[in-house]
């Protein structure tokens, strides 16, 4: 029986790879491509702290961030300016006032590595396991919730 190479197939195989871990990727040495997901959310975790660091797993030391996606899924509100980081300030989203881009509206959002130019975006190799913080400053946040899906190979070899 041949295989099924539908576009629903086909969509859904990557999907199941995104959160499963493209580990049919390997055969170069770097390891599986996975993906961490964080979230800030302004009911679990607050917005009066200079840097929000949302309960997560730490990307390994030694990880390499080749890209990702923010999904905002209530705006940010409260007149705060908010960046995110990984390992140095704004290296995931620039800092910008909860009242325009990113932060107003709800949806996908572009993050500073891009998957597809990781030579000069991308973060790492990791000196130390990685924290994605949320760095808020000017005033408190009073509302919000987003995700940040980062894609990342861990590897020795790098």
Not at 35 to 47: E, S
């Amino acid at each position: 029986m041949p295989k099924d190479r539908t576009a629903s197939h086909l969509r859904n195989t990557y999907l199941a790879d995104l959160v499963n871990g493209f580990t049919y990727l390997d055969g170069a040495g770097l390891g599986p491509i996975k993906v961490q997901k964080v979230t800030y959310d302004f009911a679990v975790d607050g917005g009066t702290a200079a840097t929000i660091t949302p309960a997560q797993t730490p990307i390994p030391q030694g990880a390499l961030v080749l890209g990702g996606v923010m999904r905002v899924i209530a705006a940010i509100t409260g007149g705060a300016t908010l960046a995110v980081q990984l390992v140095t300030a704004n290296d995931i989203i620039n800092a910008a006032a909860d009242s325009g881009a990113p932060w107003s509206t709800t949806g996908k959002k572009a993050i500073i590595p891009k998957f597809n130019t990781p030579e000069s975006t991308s973060i790492g190799p990791l000196v130390a396991p990685g924290y994605v913080s949320f760095v808020r400053s000017v005033a408190n946040i009073t509302a919000g919730k987003v995700e940040v899906y980062l894609l990342y190979c861990a590897s020795s070899a790098l």
